[in-house]
């Protein structure tokens, strides 16, 4: 069983189109992430809910909106795609805020 | 401002050598240092992790020294081999609030056989 999995793996999209990633996650945690991987292997905190709440909210272009229709999913849609949003998009779970952190196998996204 | 910093950004080893990766952080708030590992293609994972009441602790091969008065916390691997080959991530955050996880930049390990 896969504890925290997100669709799609590889997306290639176009600039200027919208796009969604899914993420679900079956440890029960009451918090859920999104990070953003770049070619250097950076690992950035996007956003951050708790159950359901929105927590963290980085300084990211308000073209991504995470939306979180229970404690169990966290999906990511971003609007209007730029060559600058290439990278690998980590959904991630934790019981509390700060603690032991489980992530996805992250999902490729190419802009072209 | 980078909270957790993290060093060499690359390393090579031989088989059975130790390599040490060495992780510095500037929020004396911080209370929890995991290491992650991430192999290519697969999402970062929980490898050990120490809070600042031990200034050491070993799991297997890897060990994690702390030095709160330094500030330091560093991960050592015994007889390293090929497959602990992937790059390594320190992080570290507060037990308290709305913290969350803040990584260091990365070490890319290659143990050669």
């Known amino acids: 069983d896969t504890a925290v999995s997100q669709t799609p793996k590889y997306l290639v999209t176009q600039m200027g189109n919208d796009k969604s990633i899914k993420c679900e996650q079956n440890?029960?945690?009451?918090?859920m992430y999104w990070y953003k991987q770049d070619s250097k292997k950076f690992l950035k905190i996007m956003f951050s809910?708790?159950?359901?709440?929105?927590?963290i909210n980085e300084t990211v272009p308000n073209r991504f909106s995470p939306k979180s229709p229970d404690k169990a999913h966290l999906n990511l849609h971003i609007n209007s795609l730029e060559l600058g949003d290439s990278a690998v998009y980590f959904c991630?779970?934790?019981?509390?805020?700060?603690?032991?952190?489980?992530f996805g196998e992250g999902s490729w996204l190419t802009v072209v | 401002q980078q909270q957790v910093k993290q060093s060499p950004q690359s390393l090579i080893v031989q088989k059975g050598g130790i390599p040490i990766i060495n992780c510095a952080y500037e929020?004396?708030?911080?209370?929890?240092f995991p290491w992650y590992q991430q192999f290519p293609g697969k999402g970062p994972a929980l490898l050990i992790a120490?809070?600042?009441?031990?200034s050491e602790k070993k799991e297997g091969r890897f060990t994690i020294s702390f030095n709160k008065s330094a500030k330091q916390f560093s991960l050592h691997i015994m007889d390293s081999q090929p497959g602990d080959s992937a790059t390594y991530f320190c992080?570290?955050?507060?037990?308290?609030?709305?913290?969350?996880?803040?990584f260091g930049k990365g070490t890319m390990l290659l143990v050669s056989p």
């Open positions: 991630a779970s934790s019981q509390e805020q700060g603690n032991t952190i489980y």
């Open positions: 440890l029960g945690h009451d918090t």
């Open positions: 809910y708790n159950n359901k709440e929105l927590i």
């Open positions: 929020n004396t708030a911080f209370d929890y």
């Open positions: 120490i809070r600042p009441d031990v």
């Open positions: 992080a570290a955050s507060m037990n308290s609030g709305y913290s969350t996880l803040t």
